[in-house]
């Protein structure tokens, strides 16, 4: 009988040593983030209805806790958890109560598109800020005729405005946190990302300044819809510059109109021979960009097709003719009835 009793202690002891053993293994498992101090935080997504218990597995999944069965004992001493709908920050370098606290946190705001469409001038996207709301008219005008206040891996222009560096693209924004100058320098890096730094090399290269590659580059892109086809008006149009023909791309002289499309003002800008921006009187490149241009009007312009013609025109299909001569781009007028 003894021996029975003091083996049932033995067992008894193990026992205690062994709870206490997984109970010092949960605490210190509890208490040891997955990542050492650092680690960027990242989005962490909770459904709605989601229950404390039932994050587990997908924090397990994302890196962030090592053990679905430390976050229940994590939850249980807590006494649960409340995690709010939403996307929070969250980093592997935090403790299981850190990420408690995060979650329980009000989520991070939702964002919504605002979309800056290509070829679009500065005075057009600020014009769909006011109208979504997220400015006061003229802010992002006034704010892009500053570049000196903005960065970027190329030169920007040191006098006027950042037209035609202010990439167009889908941003995504929050209302009532918007800041004008945050999406200028967005759209900056979008630039240098998408199109100098990979390119830059290809530039030095070419022996044309960035600024020039895109104020061509922004004329190809209201010039040409078909993406495919304006490094051959790219050429040409590099051609007339270098022999010193004028361009004669009328949308220079839609530029400055409050309207694009306001056929009187902008045949009125047409026989304006002093105004700066006419193309038909004037050589050589336009004072500046007349828009956003794309990747691939930029890279026409960096790279123009070599070809044997000067003019160009397009039919009612928008359908690219070009011509080697005066002569055939007159016959070309006359078949498709474009004057």
């Known amino acids: 009988m003894k021996r029975f009793v003091l083996a049932l202690c033995g067992l008894l002891l193990l026992g205690v040593l062994a709870l206490g053993g997984v109970y010092i293994w949960a605490e210190q498992g509890v208490r040891q983030a997955v990542a050492p101090p650092g680690a960027p935080a990242v989005e962490f997504a909770v459904a709605k209805g989601t229950t404390g218990r039932g994050l587990g597995p997908q924090l397990v999944s994302g890196g962030l806790i090592r053990d679905a069965r430390l976050w229940r004992w994590h939850l249980y001493r807590r006494g ?36 800056v469409i290509e070829g679009w001038r500065l005075r057009d996207t600020d014009e769909a800020l006011a109208a979504a709301k997220l400015i006061k008219p003229g802010a992002y005008l006034a704010a892009a005729s500053h570049p000196e206040r903005f960065t970027a891996p190329f030169p920007l222009p040191t006098r006027g405005t950042l037209e035609g560096y202010l990439y167009p693209e889908t941003y995504g924004v929050i209302p009532g946190e918007f800041k004008v100058e945050e999406l200028i320098q967005r759209q900056l890096n979008t630039f240098a990302e998408r199109f100098y730094v990979p390119r830059k090399d290809a530039l030095a290269k070419t022996g044309r300044t960035l600024h020039d590659v895109v104020v061509m580059a922004s004329m190809l892109e209201r010039e040409e819809p078909v ?11 590099w051609k007339r510059i270098d022999k010193g023909f004028p361009l004669g791309v009328d949308a220079t002289s839609r530029y400055e109109l409050e309207e ?50 000067w003019y160009y025109l397009h039919d009612a299909q928008r359908r690219l003719h070009p011509s080697r001569n005066a002569e055939e781009h007159e016959a070309l007028r006359r078949k498709y009835n474009v004057y």
């Open 80 to 115: 649960g958890l409340s995690p709010k709908a939403g996307r929070h920050l969250v980093s592997p370098s935090m403790t299981m109560e850190e990420v408690s606290a995060a979650l329980e946190a009000p989520p991070l705001p939702e964002d919504v598109p605002f979309v």
């Open 227 to 237: 993406p495919e086809q304006r490094p051959v008006v790219s050429g040409i149009l």
């Open 260 to 309: 694009w499309n306001d056929r009187k003002a902008f045949l009125k800008r047409l026989r304006d021979t002093t105004d700066p921006w006419n193309t038909r009187h004037r050589k050589g490149l336009p004072p500046g960009p007349i828009g956003s241009p794309t990747v691939a009007s930029l890279e026409a312009a960096l790279q123009p097709q070599a070809n044997e013609f």
